[in-house]
Structure formats: C-alpha cells, structure tokens
Nanobody, 130 residues
C-alpha cells in the first residue's frame, strides 16, 4: 500500500520552468517504480518519466528528453520532476504513479505502463501559455 501526493504545479509562460514533487509514503518495500504521467484535455494519459526507488532505471518520453529531469530525494522521500524550457504542449494534468516491481529485469517504464495496476496521486495542473 502506497500513498502519493503531488505538488508544484502552476501556470507559467513558454520557456519557463517548474519543479514538481511527489511525496511517497506507506510502504517499507523500496522496490517501487515511480513515474510521472500527464494527460492533456481530450488525450490519453501517457508516461513522461520514471525511475526505480533506490536505483536508477530512468526513462523519459521522446517529447521531454533534454528538457525534463526526474530524480529521487531519499532524505525527503520524494520523487521530483524538474521541467525546463516548457512548451504549450506540456500543458496538462500531471499525475504521480507507483507500482511494485516484482521482477527485477522488468523496466519501470513497462511496469508503470500497465496503468490500471498503479497507485495514483490526485494530480497537479500544469498550464503553459504562449
């Protein structure tokens, strides 16, 4: 059982930056994949970036490579998403998701891709204006 809580969303102009944070709590098992999804109006919810708690296994979607950085802060028990050079197409609801990785060789991007099995936060809105 995992509880997730997102923060850091807001409204900024294109070219600006935001830093999202996902607080992770509720489990002593550190073998969790944690990632960020986003959903724009009228579109499907897609994985933006992910990592393995206590490890690496980092993934980025093609649309955010070179602009976003996912990281974990063990002292604060958070997973962060630094978003730079934001574009209007980055607008959407950003959700933190987590799922236990029971098989060590499964990449976190694939584990989280089975979205119906994930734990979810409530989301935080990101709006980028031109």
């Amino acid at each position: 059982q995992v509880q997730l809580a997102e923060s850091g969303g807001g409204s900024v102009q294109a070219g600006g930056s935001l830093r999202l944070s996902c607080a992770v709590a509720g489990s002593n098992d550190t073998r969790y994949c944690v990632g960020w999804f986003r959903q724009a109006p009228g579109k499907e919810r897609d994985l933006v970036a992910s990592l393995l708690i206590g490890g690496n296994n980092i993934f980025y979607s093609v649309s955010v490579q070179g602009r976003f950085t996912i990281s974990q802060d063990s002292a604060k028990n958070t997973v962060n998403l630094q978003m730079n050079n934001l574009e209007p197409n980055d607008t959407g609801m950003y959700y933190c998701a987590a799922r236990l990785r029971s098989v060590s060789w499964h990449p976190c991007s694939s584990v989280l891709g089975q979205q119906e099995s994930n734990y979810w936060g409530r989301g935080t809105q990101v709006t980028i204006s031109s």
